[in-house]
């Protein structure tokens, strides 16, 4: 995840609809027409119809066999399931990249956990998950896996859509406290103690969803 400007028109609306979507403006079940989206964005229908489809393939528009479309419902299942696989991926891009890590990545590292942190100060969700998720990126793109990042990318967009973090959530200071933890972790040159950590944030978020989301399900 990144700030970088979007190549095409099809990119960029796939870029706006995820964040309408992530950030609950679009909620769950919002019908998606296409005529509306383009004249609201100011393209044409092509690019709406390749983001939707690509918005489709991510899981966060459903599109039905009369190929009506609606943001996609959320179910306590979807958002524990995302979570397990993210742990999968994005711990196993860990382990890999963690050996790699030099001076240069831990100073990143640290620029990314206080825009993150600033992020949250500010109210603004979408900056605090990116910068959130280019923490374990840095980390990730170490190992020399890209197809490995990719995967966690998407992942992550999912999820984020699916729990609808609001600034104020509890739920970030998993990432807020296990990124504090795990920063010093390596620079005291504890590679496994950091990899224990980061695995850990994952055991904890998970039961904070279960606890605190979706209680009347």
């Not at 950030?23 to 983001?51: F, H, M, N, Q, Y």
């Not at 992020?119 to 979408?126: I, K, M, S, T």
């Amino acid at each position: 995840m990144s700030y970088a400007v979007p190549p095409t028109r099809t990119a960029a609306v796939v870029r706006q609809l995820r964040n309408e979507i992530v950030t609950g403006e679009l909620p769950p079940g919002t019908l998606i027409k296409d005529a509306e989206l383009a004249a609201r964005l100011g393209v044409s229908i092509t690019p709406v119809r390749e983001a939707i489809a690509q918005l489709s393939v991510e899981g966060l528009i459903d599109i039905a066999p009369n190929r009506t479309r609606h943001v996609t419902k959320v179910t306590q299942k979807n958002a524990l399931e995302l979570i397990d696989v993210m742990s999968v991926l994005a711990c196993a891009g860990f382990e890999w990249g963690v050996d790699n890590l030099t001076d240069t990545h831990i100073g990143l590292l640290r620029q990314r956990q206080k825009e993150f942190i600033d992020a949250l100060a500010a109210g603004n969700v979408l900056a605090a998950s990116a910068a959130g998720a280019d923490f374990s990126t840095t980390i990730i793109l170490a190992s020399g896996n890209r197809e490995l990042q990719s995967m966690v990318d998407l992942v992550v967009a999912r999820t984020m859509r699916l729990l609808a973090m609001t600034a104020e959530s509890d739920l970030w200071n998993s990432w807020i406290e296990g990124h504090n933890a795990i920063l010093q972790l390596l620079e005291e040159g504890d590679r496994e103690g950091a990899l224990a950590r980061y695995r850990q944030i994952y055991v904890d978020y998970r039961t904070q969803v279960e606890r605190e989301l979706f209680v009347d399900q």
